[in-house]
C-alpha cells in the first residue's frame, strides 16, 4: 500500500522560500567562482608578480589557503541549500572585512567583493525575517 500525497497535503512553498532558494544558488556560484579564483593564483597560473603562493607576502600565505578552501566549501553549502552554507559565508565575508578593511595597505581596498558579501548577506537576512514573521502570522491563526 502507497499513500500518495494530494496538493492539498504536500507542503505549501512560498514565494520567500523560493527566494531564498534562488539567492542561495546563486551565491553559491559566485562563491565557486571566487575559489577558483583563489586557487588559480595558488597554483601559479596567472601572471602578475605576487600570484603564485612561493612568491607571495606572508599575509598572503596566511589568508589566501584558507580562502581557497573556505570559498568552495560555502558554495558546497549555499548550493545544498544547508544552513551551515550561510555560516561560512558569513565567516568569509568577517574574514574579507578584517583583511581589506582592517589592513588595506597589506591587503588592498578591494570593496567590490565585499559589497557583494554585505549585499548578498543583507537580502538573505531580510528574506529570513519576512519568513520569520510569515511562520508567525500563521501560527496565529
Not at 601559479?44 to 589568508?63: C, E, H, Q, T, V
Not at 541549500?81 to 574574514?95: D, E, F, M, N, S
Amino acid at each position: 500500500m502507497t499513500i500518495e500525497l494530494t496538493p492539498r497535503d504536500a507542503p505549501a512553498e512560498s514565494l520567500n522560500q523560493r527566494l531564498i532558494v534562488w539567492l542561495y544558488r546563486l551565491s553559491a556560484l559566485a562563491l565557486f567562482t571566487l575559489g577558483i579564483g583563489y586557487w588559480i593564483r595558488l597554483v601559479g597560473i596567472s601572471d602578475g608578480p605576487f600570484d603564485r603562493f612561493d612568491l607571495m607576502p606572508l599575509w598572503w600565505k596566511m589568508a589566501a589557503p584558507a580562502l581557497a578552501v573556505l570559498y568552495p566549501v560555502g558554495g558546497i553549502g549555499l548550493w545544498l541549500t544547508a544552513g551551515w552554507g550561510a555560516v561560512i559565508w558569513i565567516l568569509i565575508a568577517l574574514i574579507e572585512a578584517v583583511m581589506h578593511l582592517g589592513f588595506p595597505e597589506l591587503f588592498g581596498g578591494d570593496l567590490v567583493w565585499l559589497g557583494f558579501h554585505v549585499w548578498g548577506l543583507g537580502m538573505l537576512a531580510a528574506l529570513r525575517l519576512v519568513g520569520w514573521r510569515e511562520e508567525r502570522k500563521a501560527r496565529r491563526r
